[in-house]
Each structure stands twice: as C-alpha cells, then as structure tokens.
C-alpha cells in the first residue's frame, strides 16, 4: 500500500476469537498495525504526541500549485482535478473509514469507523460507523453511502481502485451502522487495513449528479473543509467548516487549524518562485538544489521573513526515473534499454547543476531494509533459483551499479559500451544516424515533460545521445494535455515517480502486474509484462512473514533493475522547504510525514 505526500503505509491485524454457538465472536478495534506490532497509542488516547493540542484556529494558508485544473473529482482518469483533493486518504474534503499515524510506520486509527471486527482467518472485516457523523448539508453518513462508494470507485472510477482491492468479494449490510467486507481466499496481509482508505462518497450527491462527470460542480463532502470560492484553472479555496462532527477524535486534535486553504496556480515555474518571494503564497516544497542553493538570497530572506528548513524522514526514497514505454517496438530488446543507461551522466549533472546536493538511485526501494544490494543472499536465492535461465544471468552473479563517469563530461567510455550493445541488437551509425540494420529505420523517440525545470538537465542526456546519431526531441506539454497522455500511455519517454512505503502491498499490482499493462490511466506506465514478476508481486503480497517481505521485495528489485524498463535518476536524501513566518508548526516533526495540517496561523496566535 503506498500513501501520497512522503508516508505510504500497509499493515494486517491481531485478533481475539471464540466460538459462539459456531458465530466468531471479535474484538472490537480502535486501530491495527503491521503483522500485529504493539499500537503507539491506547484505546483511550487523547491525541497525537506531535501536535499542538493548543493550536489556535484561524487564519490562512495559500500553496502555489503547477498547472492548472478543470475539474472536481478526482476519482475518474478524465480531467484535470484540483489540488487538496486526493483519491485515496483522508482529504480536506473526504474522510474515511481509518487514518494513518505520521509517527509510525504502518499503524491505522479508526476515523469514520467507531472500531473494527476482523475474522480470525482473515475471512471478512465489520466496520461500526461512529454515531452523528454527517455530510456538510447535515445529511447522514449511512452504511449505504459506505457500500456504495466502495463498489462505484472499484467499478467506475481510476484503475488503481479495481487493482488496489481486488481481494473484497463482496459488501453487506449488516445494520443501519454495520457492514460487513467478505475478502477472498489467501487474500493479501494488507487487504483488511487497505479497506479503510477510500473515500466516503454521497450516494445521494453522485447519483444525482453523476459520478464519470468531470466538471467543477463543488462535491458535498464529509471532511474538515469545503470548497467556498473558486476560479476554474486559477485557484481553489477550501473553508475549515466549523463545529465539523471530526474536529475533536483524537486523530484530529491540534490539526486542520486554518480557516482557509487556497491553492493558486501558475503556469510558468520562473514566475511561480517570484510570487512565492513577494509573499502571494506562503509554503514552498523547493525541488531545485540549484534554485535552492543559489536562489534563496532575496530580502524577506536575509531579513528572516522566510524560513528554510531541511527535513529527513524515515520513508524508502521514491524512484524517479526516466520510463520507457515498452509499448514502442524500439524499445523492445533488452540491449537496448541497457545501452540508454549510460547516456546520462548524473556524475556531470550532480558537480555542475546540482551542487552536489544528490545522490544517484540505485534500488527501487532506496534507503530502506527492502532495498537489494550486493549479489543475492541465501534466502533470495532460495526465491530466485527456480527462475534460473528465465531471468538475466547477471542477477546471480554481479552486484547491480548504475553507470558512472568521472563528472568531466567526458563519456567516451560510455559511449563506446553503448555503441557495443546497439550493435548486438542489430542498430548501426551510418552517415552519422542511428539506423537499424535491417530496415534503415532511425533511432528516434520524443521525451515528454511537464516541467521546464527538467528540460535543462534532460538537455545533457539528450546531447549525449546525438553523439551516437540518436534523435530525441523534448517536448513539454501543460498539465491537462500530459495527464491525458500518461493515462492513454501515449509518449515514449517521460519522467515517472513512484513512491513506496517501508510495507509494499497491493500497490506494487498497479505498478508493474501485466494486468495492468493495459489499462488506461494505470501506474504501470512502461508497459510490463513479466509473468515472473507478476508471481513475486503475489507472493510478496500474500506473505505473513515481514522477513519474507523484506527478501521478495529485494528480489522484486533485482528483477526490475536488471530489466532496464527505467534509467534511475538520483534522490535527495532530505525534503527541503520554505515558509513565511507567518506559519507555525509544531516542535516535532513526525518521522513517517511532513504533516502540513498541524500547522497553524501565526496571526491566529497572536489574537488569542
């Protein structure tokens, strides 16, 4: 499982059964975590320790936002939704039936749900909704708004809801609070936290309105804040809602303190970071160690109006990397793909644009127990043996390194391993062109971007790559148009991201399972099709054993490192922020998650 925003957690859970006249009698739950590890908190817990319980309300807080937006609903792959909506979690606008803990790494508190019940096998969860939760018109939340948003995200809304929880036969209405999910056989260890995490929708609002609609009708919500003004592709307003039935559970004592959240947008980075200086927005997740290192002299900084400050957390370092869309006949062969990887030279980036601020990804798990390195132990071996002669050799016997150079610009060691792999595959420079051998056809794909920051450090790879006679145009797109793109899978090359959380599950499906290969607006953005590693995703999701976890994930990693699918670019090991001083926050900042909505308005502070 895998949560948006630096924090992706997944857990199964301890339970207490007897037999009772053949019913299973449960435990009630009020939260669960991995493999049954100890709760940080009691049943009787008043809030989070890293809050500030004493928070005063008020106040504003605006975010500058890339882009724009076209739509409300973010739950359906057309359009384009606005920020502070999410398709799964807790949002401003939605809750659900559980809520992570940013203090620890895969615990989950009830929220929407008073508590849990789950069989002893793992066979079916009940959920008991709380008393008096309702939606912002004062209508009830029901377990009918409960089964209906189930079964029409799984059915009708992103593929990532089918894949994510394919493991629920069914849903059924026990009573006016209580609902009942049936789950599968051998289903995965995760499945019964993952419930809890879809929004909970009107049925009332969507069947009136429809849910494939993506247009800008505000939807009625159930969360901390609604949407109060708008200009469509300009900016999104969210209102806290006062005397809301969630302020005081404990999951949510000393957070969601402004009165409103605004979201502007801007079109152009250049003129984004300049409104951020004048003051137009108040926090800044800064991605450029350039812009970082070199940009943040102006006034309100010197004069200590603006505070920057570097974070660290504990979560697996996303894998960002340039994708390749094995969907294209040219990026079929396996040397192919191998030969591009040295066309980047992150070692020359790192020294003359970055300021040696990064270091290069070499896992898809970085920075984490998950992570593979070094050649294979006993234990994923014992996992890898029986696929001995279906996967690349390399596996078994060499440690997995990504290309380096010495930082002078200089590639020309690169350049000629490259050049020896094109020819293998049957590619040849004739009059200075990149030519297959057979049918003469050019070596040539379109890199498609969204953000003009990576335009100039795509640029270098880009070059290196006319040096063997290869063509690769850039081609930067606005928001809309890439989205669109992505979910019909129509590129060659883009820059992808996917988060991981220290307990993959489910998620690693929509990553990389055939299944999803095909799918529009599936993650599994490069096209995979590996019978193999459809095999070790099921087993890393079905396994009870966290050291078995750890070894298929290293394993999983291997595979996808050795087949090429994605060159890894670099990570930086510390998120890095910005803020006017009129934001506070509180003294600790949790390990598994920058929670921005416990911070509050020190103009409200001031007041009281």
């Not at 499982?1 to 007897?18: D, G, S, V």
């Not at 995490?197 to 609002?205: D, G, M, N, R, V």
């Not at 060659?492 to 489910?506: E, K, R, T, V, W």
């Not at 949790?590 to 909505?597: C, E, K, M, T």
Request: hydrophobic fraction near 35%; aromatic fraction near 14%; glycine fraction near 6%.
């Amino acid at each position: 499982m895998f949560r948006k925003n630096l924090l992706y957690i997944a857990f199964t859970l301890l339970f207490i059964n007897q037999n009772v006249h053949a019913q299973e009698a449960t435990k009630l739950l009020y939260g669960v975590s991995l493999y049954g590890d100890p709760l940080k908190y009691s049943e009787d817990f008043k809030s989070f320790e890293y809050v500030n319980v004493k928070a005063p309300k008020g106040g504003s807080l605006v975010f500058g936002v890339p882009g724009t937006y076209d739509s409300f609903n973010p739950f359906i792959i057309k359009g384009q939704p606005a920020a502070g909506m999410t398709y799964i979690y807790p949002s401003l606008l939605f809750v659900t039936l559980t809520a992570p803990s940013y203090e620890e790494p895969s615990s989950v508190y009830c929220y929407a749900a008073e508590f849990m019940e789950i069989a002893s096998q793992r066979e079916w969860i009940i959920f008991t909704l709380r008393e008096g939760i309702n939606f912002h018109d004062g209508s009830p939340i029901t377990v009918d708004d409960v089964i209906y948003s189930f079964e029409t995200l799984k059915a009708k809304g992103q593929p990532f809801f089918k894949a994510y929880y394919e493991d629920v036969v069914k849903l059924e209405k026990l009573d006016n609070r209580r609902l009942k999910f049936i789950l599968r056989s051998n289903a995965s260890k995760e499945i019964i936290q993952i419930i809890g995490q879809f929004p909970i929708l009107s049925k009332t609002f969507y069947t009136k309105h429809g849910f494939e609609k993506a247009d800008l009708t505000p939807p009625l919500g159930n969360g901390p804040y609604k949407i109060s003004d708008f200009k469509a592709g300009d900016k999104v307003t969210y209102e806290r809602i006062k005397g809301w039935w969630g302020e005081n559970l404990p999951i949510n004592k000393g957070r969601y303190n402004f009165d409103h959240i605004t979201y502007k947008y801007y079109r152009d980075e250049t003129v984004m970071f300049e409104s951020f200086k004048r003051g137009d927005y108040d926090f800044r997740l800064e991605n450029s160690a350039k812009r970082w290192a070199q940009e943040y002299n102006f006034p309100a900084v010197v004069e200590g109006k603006i505070v920057q400050q570097e974070i660290e957390t504990k979560n697996p370092e996303p894998m960002q990397a340039l994708a390749l869309n094995l969907r294209r006949e040219l990026f079929q062969d396996i040397r192919v793909r191998q030969a591009l990887g040295y066309f980047l030279d992150f070692e020359w980036l790192n020294k003359n644009i970055f300021h040696d601020a990064y270091a290069r990804l070499e896992s898809y798990f970085q920075g984490s127990e998950l992570a593979s390195s070094g050649l294979p132990s006993q234990a994923e071996l014992k996992i890898l043996e029986p696929y001995r002669g279906k996967i690349p050799e390399e596996i078994f016997t060499k440690e997995y390194k990504a290309f380096k150079t010495d930082g002078s610009g200089n590639i020309r060691h690169n350049l000629n391993e490259a050049k020896k792999l094109f020819g293998q595959a049957g590619w040849i420079i004739k009059n200075g062109i990149m030519v297959n051998r057979a049918s003469g056809q050019p070596f040539e794909f379109e890199i498609l971007l969204v953000s003009p920051d990576f335009e100039r450090v795509i640029q270098g790879f880009v070059k290196n790559l006319k040096r063997l006679g290869i063509n690769a145009k850039i081609r930067i797109v606005d928001t809309s148009q890439y989205t669109r793109r992505i979910d019909t899978f129509d590129f060659d090359m883009i820059i992808a991201l996917y988060p991981q959380s220290i307990s993959p599950g489910n998620e690693q499906r929509e990553f990389w399972s055939s299944s999803r290969a095909d799918i529009q607006g599936s993650k599994n953005y490069v096209g995979l099709k590996n019978p193999i590693i459809d095999e070790i995703i099921e087993k890393l999701i079905t396994t009870t054993s966290r050291v078995d976890l750890i070894n298929y994930c290293r394993v999983l990693d291997r595979l996808l490192l050795w087949g090429y699918t994605m060159i890894p670019t670099w990570y930086r090991a510390k998120d890095t922020i910005a803020y006017w001083k009129k934001l506070s926050h509180p003294e600790t900042i949790p390990p598994y998650g920058l929670d921005i909505y416990a911070w509050w308005s020190t103009d409200a502070e001031k007041k009281n």
